[in-house]
């Protein structure tokens, strides 16, 4: 058996648009170039939580969603477990591992439907909800490995900023978004993720991958 790695949907995420820089992160450490990062996302991935928990404790959804969808968000005790990194959903095989991280998880009847915040400065487009696929599938794999049962399907909720006013308040539209999920999808990117691993030799150059010359420099002068 070779090596042993931890994968996550973010990874993953990675092996989907480019196995070389995948390949370099995981194994050489080696990540792609980032500019600055806005806080302000991470600031209302806070609040959102926050904002969920206050209705967790009488077992309701945010008014915002009501009508919308019939299900109840798991108890406190279980999401605070599943939102952290160490303490969450994990499936393992082989030697590799695949965690994930949920902002969220509704149940309906006996179903978990995971559920993950997304905020956003302009409107949606025809695609968005596809840059999300790989990460509500290992979602939905993961409740599903760990016990769960699931219904192959996840929810994004939308946090738009719809206008901001003199005094500074922000107003927001709130979009609920169903997904189909495949979870066979979702292990068949992490097996493929973890053969590429195994490998010793390093990936050929993707031409379609801006960061891959990049590296190629970065390694030439270590």
């Known amino acids: 058996m070779g090596t042993s790695y931890t994968l996550s949907p973010s990874s993953l995420n990675l092996f ?5 820089c995948f390949w370099l992160y995981v194994k050489r450490k080696i990540s792609r ?12 991935d806070g609040l959102i939580k926050k ?7 009488s077992a309701k959804l945010p008014p915002e969603l009501e ?6 968000p798991v108890g406190q005790e279980m999401i605070d477990k599943w939102r952290n990194w160490r303490t969450g959903l994990r499936y393992e095989e082989e030697g590799m591992s695949l965690i994930g991280a949920l ?5 309906e009847g006996e179903v ?3 559920v993950d915040y997304k905020t956003r400065g302009y409107e949606l487009k025809d695609n968005t909800t596809g840059y999300y696929q790989n990460q509500l599938d290992v979602y939905t794999f993961l409740l599903q490995k760990n016990g769960f049962k699931i219904n192959n399907v996840a929810y994004l909720v939308f946090y738009v ?18 997904v189909d999920t495949d979870t066979q999808k979702a292990y068949q990117v992490f097996k ?16 379609k991958c801006k960061f891959c010359s990049w590296a190629a420099s970065n390694l030439n002068s270590q």
């Open 161 to 178: 900023l719809e206008s901001l006013s003199d005094n500074g308040m922000a107003r927001f539209d709130i979009q609920l978004i169903k």
């Open 112 to 114: 978990y439907i995971p």
């Open 67 to 72: 009508g919308k969808i019939n299900a109840k």
């Open 103 to 107: 902002d969220e998880c509704f149940v």
């Open 51 to 57: 904002h969920f928990d206050k209705y967790r404790n």
């Open 16 to 20: 989907l648009d480019c196995p070389r």
């Open 192 to 207: 493929e993720a973890g053969g590429l691993l195994q490998q010793a030799s390093l990936p050929q150059k993707n031409p």
């Open 33 to 44: 170039p980032e500019g600055p990062v806005s806080t302000l996302p991470r600031g209302m």
